[in-house]
């Protein structure tokens, strides 16, 4: 039998911690909870969390300093709440390395779904790539730390990514010199309930590609295949330490 995904909800309000736990517990998942960051590390030391449900405003560290320190730490997925619907603060959280945003007030409902996207999602990322197996993967003048979600320059001189931003390379590094159509970038990037019309695979390229010093009018790394999709067009390699 499988064991059930452990789901820590981190929110200083009592009522959306019980309210959520319910509902999470209701639809088969293992759910902890934390009112405060110190909580949260605490519930992290003393098990295997598969995703974190952070709020934004939380006494002593925000969510967005938890976030920053988690990515330097860990890999979980995270995704953030907040009582703003804020542009500023979702684009914040997204480069603290958050994986996704909710804007409250939001249904249970929602949020399960999305958990089970972000989920999905991390769980298809090549297995061989998997951050247990190689802390470090070269590609051309580039490292990528699978461990603290950065990207390391040949002068040393390191970029945090943002969780689409890592996806999306990670996606390509696990099949490199190999097209990718835009419909399997959506898959794995964004999951099943993703809009089959959506442009978006584009943009995010276009900014992966800008991140990597990467001339869009002539790509040598990620190359555009016309009327295909797009390819990595270099050697990848994997490594235990830098």
């Avoid at 590609?139 to 689409?164: K, Y």
């Avoid at 390509?172 to 099943?192: A, I």
Wanted: aromatic share 4%.
């Amino acid at each position: 039998m499988d064991t059930p995904d452990h789901i820590l909800i981190v929110d200083d309000d009592a009522e959306i911690r019980s309210l959520l736990s319910q509902y999470l517990v209701k639809n088969g998942l293992r759910v902890s909870a934390a009112a405060e960051g110190r909580g949260m590390w605490q519930a992290l030391d003393g098990a295997k969390i598969d995703l974190i449900v952070l709020d934004l405003m939380l006494p002593g560290d925000d969510g967005l300093t938890l976030c920053r320190k988690l990515r330097a730490k860990s890999d979980i997925p995270v995704i953030m709440l907040t009582a703003r619907d804020e542009e500023a603060d979702r684009i914040v959280g997204l480069e603290m390395g958050a994986d996704d945003y909710l804007a409250k007030p939001f249904s249970a409902r929602e949020l399960l779904a999305r958990i089970k996207a972000i989920l999905r999602r991390t769980r298809s990322l090549p297995q061989n790539l998997q951050a247990d197996s190689a802390q470090y993967i070269r590609f051309a003048d580039w490292v990528l730390d699978t461990t603290h979600r950065q990207l390391i320059s040949a002068t040393q001189v390191a970029t945090p990514l943002n969780g689409a931003e890592y996806r999306l390379l990670r996606i390509f590094l696990g099949h490199p010199n190999r097209v990718l159509n835009r419909d399997q970038l959506v898959d794995l990037t964004q999951g099943k309930e993703a809009d089959p019309l959506d442009r978006s695979i584009d943009v995010q390229v276009s900014r992966l590609r800008h991140r990597l010093g990467d001339d869009p009018r002539e790509p040598r790394l990620i190359k555009t295949v016309r009327g295909e999709g797009y390819v990595l067009a270099v050697a990848v390699t994997l490594s235990p330490a830098l």
